[in-house]
C-alpha cells in the first residue's frame, strides 16, 4: 500500500510563495494530483502529473499560478504556488492514480492512495 506524506504548508501573506511536497516510497509509478478542501467546502482538484513529469494540467483558479513538478529519485512530487490569495487557503492533500484518465479529471473515484493533507492558510 503506497502511503503518501504532505509538507510544506503553513502560513503565508498574500502575494507569497509555498512549495508543497508529497513524498512516498514507490510513489514514482503513480500519476499524482493534488487537491484542496476549504473549511465548508467541498474537495477540489488542483493540479495533476503523469508518472513520468510530461504532462501536467491544473484547474482555471490556479493556471499561472501553481506549478506541479516531480523527481521520482527523490519519489516526491512538488507543488510550488506563487502569488496567493486568501482564496487559496485550506488543506492540501495529495493522491495517488494509477489512471491519467481519472486524475485529469481530478475525479476522486480513482484514487488509489490518499496523503493525510498539510494546512496552508494565506493571511491579509
Known amino acids: 500500500q503506497l502511503q503518501l506524506v504532505e509538507s510544506g504548508g503553513g502560513l503565508v501573506q498574500v502575494g507569497g510563495s509555498l512549495r508543497l511536497s508529497c513524498a512516498g516510497s514507490?510513489?514514482?509509478?503513480?500519476?499524482i494530483g493534488w487537491f484542496r478542501q476549504a473549511p465548508g467546502k467541498e474537495r477540489e482538484g488542483v493540479s495533476c502529473i503523469t508518472s513520468g513529469g510530461s504532462s501536467t494540467n491544473y484547474a482555471d483558479s490556479v493556471k499561472g499560478r501553481f506549478t506541479i513538478s516531480r523527481d521520482n529519485a527523490k519519489n516526491t512530487v512538488y507543488l510550488q504556488m506563487d502569488s496567493l490569495t486568501v482564496e487559496d487557503t485550506a488543506v492540501y492533500y495529495c493522491?495517488?492514480?494509477?489512471?491519467?484518465?481519472?486524475?485529469?479529471?481530478?475525479?476522486?473515484?480513482?484514487?488509489?492512495?490518499w496523503g493525510q493533507g498539510t494546512q496552508v492558510t494565506v493571511s491579509s
Open positions: 493522491a495517488a492514480y494509477l489512471q491519467y484518465y481519472y486524475c485529469s479529471r481530478y475525479d476522486t473515484s480513482g484514487v488509489h492512495s
Open positions: 514507490g510513489l514514482d509509478g503513480y500519476i
